[in-house]
């Protein structure tokens, strides 16, 4: 990367380039995980498609190792990188709802609450994550999984269409109707395919919601899963709540007793009225003693940010994640022995439930393919100080190794670390061959490989591996 190529990029540049040394750039640098200390050569932060096209062609043609940044919040890291180019979005932020046929259009810098806000104006919401702060883009590519998903499916079966600027530099719109194999490929498949620049969304009508939690001692861990476990098969799709174990954290919503106590509990998320949710939450909150049980109407917006403020960003954030079909009293033993010695107050473990509306989408339908997983667990070591890494690295591991025999054999790529190529292949499953195929067809030089990786010559490596041949199934 010559003085005189990023000249060159500046005279066409509408946005922001930041290289070392600017007075922007440690903040720029910056991502959500205070784990992840990485030094690009040039952050390309910018304002608009053609800005986004000139970023990729620039990184093509000086061979740059680039990454892409939506909201910079992914837990490995993937949205920066060491030594390279950094597509930046996050000021990409334009936003525009369409109330007749309920749609709503993002700009791929946006966060959650950006979108939350707009669509909340018109009573409306499209199913996203648990924290406002999550970057739209990094999400809705790895498929969503979100308070809504039960009723209304993940963030990706709401997903109409996107713009997206392709290895090359050439734009396209990919939807259901045009360039379909790479929008099957974008509805799990991450940022291995080009930089989504806009994203369209079906809109529900959620406005208030039926939310809070219920705690019980962890003396009464092992009932409450049980009853949780065989509650959520049979609940009723507006219901919606997630098992965790957490410390209570010392907030004034918490009553003094039990801030810093380690519980277990359910934070319900339902869209029925008051007394559709009492009367459908109701045997799974009168399982064992709860310590505080509080249901209540709450306009989503607040519901999504609710957990911002113990979330901040600039934590260390250690992650580990598997699917589960089942839940028997031998995985319940194992939650309950590691999930009791959580190492930290911001530490958690959260099993969201994904049964109802995410079923019924064909496990071949999307990339995206546990389509018949009852939990997406994921296993969350949380510090502010960085001397603490260690143990709650350790902790997540041993506590996901314990469990990993009883899961489904792979993660949801968005609650990964980088964990290695076994992993990757083992979460697309069948999926994954078509994956290489459409990788190869829209990126076969691996130009966007800072994510969980489709390498464009996996099947041949694979097939010189077994002796068979190489190609994969052909692009539909
Ligand atoms: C506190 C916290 C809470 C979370 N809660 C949830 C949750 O409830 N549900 C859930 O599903 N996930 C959740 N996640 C996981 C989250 O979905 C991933 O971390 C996701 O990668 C974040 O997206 P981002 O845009 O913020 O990430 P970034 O770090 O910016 O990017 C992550 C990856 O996405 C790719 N990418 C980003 N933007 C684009 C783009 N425009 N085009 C193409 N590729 C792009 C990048 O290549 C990179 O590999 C949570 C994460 C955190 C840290």
Known sequence: MSAQSVD??????????????????????????GMINKCPRLIARCADVADVRAAVRFGADNEMLTAIRGGGHNGAGLGICDDGLVIDLSHMKGIRVNPSDKTVRVEAGCVWTDVDHATHAFGLATPSGVISTTGVAGLTLGGGIGHLARRYGLTIDNLLSVDVVLADG????????????????????????GVVTSFKFRLHPISTVQFGPTFWSLEEAATVLRGYRDFIKKAPEHVSGFFAFLTVPPAPMFPAHLHFKKVCGIIWCCTGTPEQ????????????????????????????????????????????ADNFTEL?????????????KLPTMHSTMHLYPVNGAPQRVGRSDTAYS?????????????????????????????????????????????????EGQERVQATYRENYDRLVAIKRRYDPNNFFRVN????????????????SPGDGPPVS
Request: aromatic residues 12%; hydrophobic residues 40%; charged residues 20%.
């Open 452 to 467: 969980q990786n489709i390498q464009p010559d996996a099947v041949a490596k694979r097939s010189a591996r077994s002796g």
């Open 170 to 193: 050439s734009f396209v719109t990919a939807s259901s109707r045009e360039n379909t194999d790479l929008f099957w490929a974008l509805r799990g498949g991450g940022g291995n395919f």
């Open 277 to 320: 949710t009492e009367q459908a939450t109701r045997p799974m909150r009168s399982v064992g003693h709860a310590l505080l049980d509080h249901i209540g109407p709450v306009p989503f917006p607040a519901v999504q940010s609710s957990f911002d403020g113990l979330y901040v960003p600039g934590l260390q954030w250690y992650w580990r």
């Open 328 to 340: 028997s009293d031998e995985a319940i033993a194992r939650h309950v022995e590691h999930g009791s």
């Open 370 to 418: 546990f389509r018949e997983a009852l939990f997406a667990e994921v296993i969350v070591g949380v510090d502010p100080d960085p001397a603490n890494n260690e143990k709650i690295t350790g902790w997540c591991k041993s506590y996901w190794e314990a469990l990993h025999p009883f899961s489904a054999g792979g993660a949801y790529v968005n609650f990964m670390m980088e």
């Open 8 to 33: 060159q990029l500046k005279s066409i540049f509408r946005g922001e380039l930041i290289q070392p040394g600017d007075t922007a750039y440690e903040s720029a640098r910056r991502v959500y995980n």
